[in-house]
């Protein structure tokens, strides 16, 4: 057990819906990093949060957004939904602002019909 | 930005023999490369990572070994066993921070 709690684990929902997925980093974790993984493009790096500011973004899409709020919990917000955005999306979480060891939850899994 | 290639992107090895996955990286300032293991239904899990200021890194079965001349780096799992197989990804970053730079990953099959 990481410690990174991630909820849901899995989702359907349809073209066009908006869906949030949350992550609770570990105890003591200042930054929190989203993932999405895909089977022909592994692991894309999308945002990443630190004390509850923006700190990097990476290949995230407009119609997605995100924010950690000041319990360090962070909420990734998909909207007008696309049967290209099923995947599975992961939360990572470490303690400092630069890049050390990753603790990844086990994963939201969106499945778009 | 980082670009990290990774391959074979499949592996299959017998049961005590070595296996091995090798990741080159394009940006020259890179100077953490971690890897990690995902197994079935889990979440990517750091196995062991490596700086720039170190030519190799063991740890018991596993070693990582950095050429940082020809910007690539490998993974090297001795005497494997079937609970060895899993998704092994290799990852580059900058010290700055910011975000880990993820290979596409390898899937190893330790067949007993």
């Known amino acids: 057990d990481s410690g990174v709690t991630q909820t849901p684990k899995h989702l359907i929902t349809a073209t066009g819906q908006r869906v949030t997925l949350r992550c609770s980093p570990r105890s003591g974790d200042l930054s929190v990093y989203w993932y999405q993984q895909s089977l022909d493009q592994g692991l894309q790096f999308l945002i990443q949060y630190y004390n509850g500011e923006e700190r990097a973004k990476g290949n995230i899409l407009e119609r997605f957004s995100a924010q950690q709020f000041p319990d360090l919990h962070s909420e990734l917000n998909l909207s007008s939904l696309e049967l290209g955005d099923s995947a599975l999306y992961f939360c990572?979480?470490?303690?400092?602002?630069?890049?050390?060891?990753?603790?990844f939850g086990e994963g939201s899994r969106l499945t778009v019909l | 930005g980082e670009n990290v290639e990774q391959h074979p992107s499949t592996l299959s090895v017998q049961e005590g023999d070595s296996a091995v996955i090798k990741c080159t990286y394009s940006d020259s300032a890179s100077n953490y490369f971690p890897w990690y293991k995902q197994e079935l239904g889990k979440g990517p899990q750091l196995i062991i990572d490596i700086r720039s200021n170190v030519g190799e890194k063991k740890d018991q079965r596993i070693a990582v070994t950095l050429n940082k001349t020809a910007k690539h780096f490998s993974l090297h799992i001795t005497e494997t066993q079937p609970e060895d197989s899993a998704v092994y990804f290799c990852a580059a970053s900058t010290d700055s921070g910011y975000a880990l730079n993820f290979g596409k990953g390898t899937s190893l099959l330790v067949t007993p």
């Open positions: 990572a979480s470490c303690q400092g602002a630069n890049t050390g060891e990753l603790f």
